[in-house]
């Protein structure tokens, strides 16, 4: 998330929670686990097209965006009061 929110696309192995977040070829790339060749395969090709690069950083901007302190405290204090209010 952090490199996203910086305008980088994300290279996540597709055993991870960040595959949920990762819209493969849209906001950065899924790969197989344990698959070397796949991430110099991604690296290169987002390497030699830049406009490729340019447009997945900028989707990925928009999706950590979503993924904030702030939106995370304040869906956890919603939760934590549901909780609390449901005696």
Known sequence: IEAMSNG???IVFENTF???VISNGNNGSVIPSRNSDAIAEILKKLFEDRK??????EN?????????????SRELYALV??????D
């Open 52 to 57: 490729l690069l340019h447009s997945m950083g």
């Open 8 to 10: 980088l696309p994300a």
């Open 18 to 20: 960040a595959y949920d």
């Open 81 to 86: 009061l549901s909780i609390c209010d449901h």
């Open 60 to 72: 990925a901007q928009l999706t950590a965006s979503n993924y904030t302190w702030d939106k995370y």
